[in-house]
C-alpha cells in the first residue's frame, strides 16, 4: 500500500522580495515572483515522483491562496513569456 501526504508550496511576498513557504517555514529569496513559482514547481516535481500529492499555490495581496497555473517544465518551454513577447506595435 502506498503511502502520501498531502503537502503545500505557498508562494509569497515578503517585503522586497518572493518565497516559498513549504509547510510553515519560508524557503529561498527570490527577485521575482515568476522565479519563487518556477522553483516551487519544480520541487514539487521532485516530491510527487516519491508519492506525495503536491499542491502549489500563490498568495494573493488580499492574503487567500489560489492554485498556481501549471509552469512548463525545465526543457520543454512552451515559448516566451507574455513578458518577453515582442509588443503587436512593434
Known sequence: MGHSIDLDYAVERDESHWTVN???????????????LDSATLDAERVR???HRVRVLLRHADGGLHD???RPQAGRSQGPRPSERPSATA
Open 22 to 36: 513549504f509547510q510553515g517555514q519560508r524557503c529561498g529569496w527570490f527577485r521575482t515572483r515568476e522565479a519563487a
Open 49 to 51: 515522483k516519491l508519492g
Open 68 to 70: 498556481a497555473e501549471p
